[in-house]
């Protein structure tokens, strides 16, 4: 599988799902590959981390720009899974990545300003399926309220996604702080001690396997 976590507005967690998801999916015993396709080398950065704090599992890592669906064509075949975390841009590399990504996942956070983007995106998603038309394209939310009387606007960011032709997930995570504190330790949620009752963990597995199935 080639997954790509991206969309265009910054902020909404992408780089923090590319990262569960890849020790997600090695947790599974796959041969997976992190690439980090963000000008801003946020998941380069976070790997780095992971080195310094010895954490016992390498997680096979590189950083590309550009066009990078060669690249990608490439890299197939040398591992199962490749996970790009594309940034939050409309770049050179989120396009041609999703020309030939098997799964596009789009984080959005249910807040105005990240649902404004979904025209744009709805055209990209377009764009791609007409040269890749297999390309499974998703959106999720990220970084959800808890408090059950803002339940409806998880539910209206869904709807709204839905009506630009972009399926949203079921399941969402939530706004913790153990998200960014793994995050800024070179962690993810199923590493870190803070995840005591296992909710952030919960969450991760639940978006993996709605959106990959059983890996």
């Not at 010895?54 to 490749?82: A, E, H, M």
Request: charged share 25%; net charge negative; proline share 4%.
């Amino acid at each position: 599988m080639i997954i790509l976590i991206g969309g265009e507005k910054g902020g909404s967690g992408k780089s923090c799902l590319a990262q569960n998801i890849a020790v997600y999916l090695q947790n599974r015993n796959r041969d997976i590959l992190l690439l980090d396709a963000d000008p801003q080398g946020t998941t380069t950065d976070w790997v780095k981390e992971r080195e310094q704090n010895q954490i016992s599992k390498t997680l096979p890592s590189v950083q590309c720009s550009g066009n990078i669906r060669q690249t990608l064509i490439d890299l197939s075949k040398r591992y199962q899974d490749i996970v790009i975390d594309a940034g939050g841009q409309d770049s050179e590399a989120l396009r041609s990545a999703m020309t030939v990504a098997t799964h596009m996942l789009l984080p959005f956070r249910p807040k105005r300003r990240d649902l404004k983007t979904l025209a744009h995106m709805e055209n990209l998603v377009k764009m791609a399926k007409a040269i890749n038309p297999n390309l499974k394209a998703k959106a999720v939310m990220t970084q959800c309220p808890t408090l059950p009387s803002q339940f409806q606007r998880i539910t209206d960011a869904k709807d709204a996604c839905e009506s630009f032709n972009i399926p949203a997930l079921q399941n969402f995570t939530s706004n913790r702080n153990i998200y960014d504190d793994a995050d800024e330790n070179g962690f993810t949620v199923f590493e870190a001690k803070g995840d005591t009752d296992g909710k952030a963990s919960a969450e991760i597995v639940a978006i993996a396997e709605e959106f990959l199935g059983e890996v």
